[in-house]
């Protein structure tokens, strides 16, 4: 695997349990399965590692192959979806808050860029560092969704995080605007309003707002500063990205 590059997946079915990884239902080059879930996922994970593969020259999350295991249907009505050091998690949502999260490309990317973040930068999952962490998930879960659109021009739709699944009988919000973080009521746009101890979801918006800029250039969402930002474009502002978190970023870097 250190000499080849290949994606290689493997689908389980957590058959609404806490059991992990649960029945293995689909491994790489089978045809489809019955449960459509099962290849929504196996395909996104697909496209996630094109991303990395094609933008990056990165072959997994660990650059040597790592399989890509994912379990769907984790829980009952389970409204998350994990990383948990070894596999990717997702529950089938409570059609209320969430329809089923491994139908999401974004949610997708999200996770695996966790993976990514442990063997690379590694950063402390709690405090600043911990937003930086969050943060590099975002991002390249807008990446990889702008990726598997083709990598033309960037839409409003590829800002918003989990737009595709969060409340399914709301159009057109989402978990998270990385263009304006403020729009879901919690996140951080600034850091001058950090503190010690907000939640590593919401103060991933500093970095998530300072991505957007680099990408597409502009102002403050809420005219905290008077910088105007000339945008480079989402693939550059990636490239600097996923050099910080691979050969810059360490444990217990903050947001200076
Ligand atoms: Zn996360």
């Not at 079915?13 to 992990?20: A, H």
């Not at 990726?147 to 989990?162: C, E, K």
């Not at 879901?184 to 503190?195: E, K, M, N, R, V």
Request: charged share 15%; glycine share 10%.
């Amino acid at each position: 695997p250190t000499i080849h590059e290949a994606l290689n997946r493997r689908m389980h079915n957590g058959n609404n349990t806490s059991t992990l990884p649960g029945a293995v239902v689909r491994t790489e080059g089978q045809p489809e399965h019955a449960d459509p879930v099962v290849n929504t996922n196996y395909d996104h994970l697909g496209t996630v590692y094109n991303c990395y593969n094609t933008l990056f020259g990165r072959d997994s999350y660990t650059n040597t192959g790592a399989v890509l295991i994912s379990t769907v249907h984790h829980r009952v009505a389970y409204v998350n979806a994990f990383w948990d050091g070894t596999q990717m998690v997702y529950g089938d949502g409570d059609g209320v808050n969430a329809s089923n999260l491994a139908n999401s490309l974004d949610v997708t990317a999200h996770e695996l860029t966790h993976a990514v973040t442990d063997v690379e930068s590694d950063l402390i999952y709690s405090g600043e560092s911990g937003g930086l962490n969050e943060s590099m998930s975002d991002i390249f879960g807008a990446v990889c969704e702008w990726y598997g659109d083709g990598a033309g021009d960037v839409s409003a739709r590829h800002w918003l995080i989990g737009d595709d699944i969060w409340t399914p009988s709301i159009p057109n919000d989402a978990l998270r605007y990385m263009n304006s973080p403020t729009l879901d009521g919690d996140s951080l746009d600034y850091y001058p309003d950090y503190s010690s101890g907000v939640d590593v979801h919401y103060s991933s918006g500093i970095s998530n707002l300072a991505f957007y800029l680099l990408s597409q250039g502009g102002t403050h969402p809420r005219a905290k500063t008077t910088q105007v930002v000339a945008g480079i474009g989402i693939e550059k502002a990636a490239r600097i990205f996923y050099k910080a978190n691979v050969d810059l970023l360490l444990p217990s870097s903050n947001f200076e």
